[in-house]
């Protein structure tokens, strides 16, 4: 049992590049979350999904790009990268969106934008 | 709008030595409250939660009261050891917010022997 799984965990872009984040769950849950973390600043919702072709914007979305074709699958777009883009991502999931449930992190994905 | 407050880190001990870390929080319905912990080059994992008020998470020598009155959930052990050091987070969840974890900015433990 995988559980969450980041992929690359770590990757140097210039700016201007484009790339994608991956992420996969093995526990048929339902909802996934995409975090940014930045030194000092706690967690970030960027991007979520209740579900497979739902997704909705979290608090700092811009920059970004998200699909969810898969209940397994979702990837994190950044488009044209910005030194601001240069965090520790995490991804996450849950069965269902009660509010009490526990997410389940991936190990994260550090990029970096020179 | 709904936020997670932390005490401000570095939190330096010794080992055996009691531990409170303060988390306050802002929310416009009646949270769900998490702390969660980060290990050095990993992802976060749940250490306890509560629902309501009045409840107690614990886990692992770990302890948290959810107090409604002064909007709190205060993370507590009474004596830690090395292997306690990491990055701890405070976070609440609202119900019927699609599960989304609201975060504090995380507090540094590191533990001395």
């Known amino acids: 049992n995988a559980g969450v799984t980041q992929t690359p965990k770590f990757r140097i872009l210039k700016i201007g590049q484009s790339m994608t984040l991956q992420c996969a769950q093995d526990?048929?849950?339902?909802?996934m979350y995409w975090y940014r973390q930045d030194p000092g600043m706690g967690l970030k919702l960027i991007y979520y999904?209740?579900?497979?072709?739902?997704?909705d914007k979290g608090e700092v979305p811009n920059g970004y790009n998200v699909s969810r074709s898969t209940t397994e699958d979702f990837p994190l777009r950044l488009e044209l990268a910005a030194p601001s883009q240069t965090s520790v991502y995490f991804c996450?999931?849950?069965?269902?969106?009660?509010?009490?449930?526990?997410?389940?992190f991936g190990a994260g994905s550090r990029l970096t934008v020179l | 709008g709904d936020s997670v407050t932390q005490m401000e880190g570095p939190v330096t001990l010794s080992e055996e030595a009691f531990l409170t870390i303060n988390c306050t929080y802002t929310?416009?319905?009646?949270?769900?409250l998490f702390w969660y912990v980060q290990y050095p080059g990993e992802g976060l994992q749940l250490l306890l939660k509560?629902?309501?008020?009045?409840d107690k998470g614990s886990n692992k020598g770990f302890e948290a009261t959810y107090r409604k009155e002064t909007t709190s959930f205060h993370l507590e052990k009474g004596s830690v050891q090395v292997s306690d050091s990491a990055v701890y987070f405070c976070?609440?969840?609202?119900?019927?917010?699609?599960?989304?974890?609201?975060f504090g900015q995380g507090t540094e433990l590191s533990v001395k022997p």
């Open positions: 996450a999931s849950t069965p269902e969106g009660s509010g009490a449930n526990v997410l389940t």
């Open positions: 526990m048929n849950h339902n909802y």
């Open positions: 999904s209740v579900g497979a072709g739902i997704t």
């Open positions: 929310a416009t319905g009646y949270p769900s």
């Open positions: 509560a629902t309501k008020a009045d």
């Open positions: 976070a609440l969840s609202l119900y019927n917010q699609g599960g989304k974890l609201i």
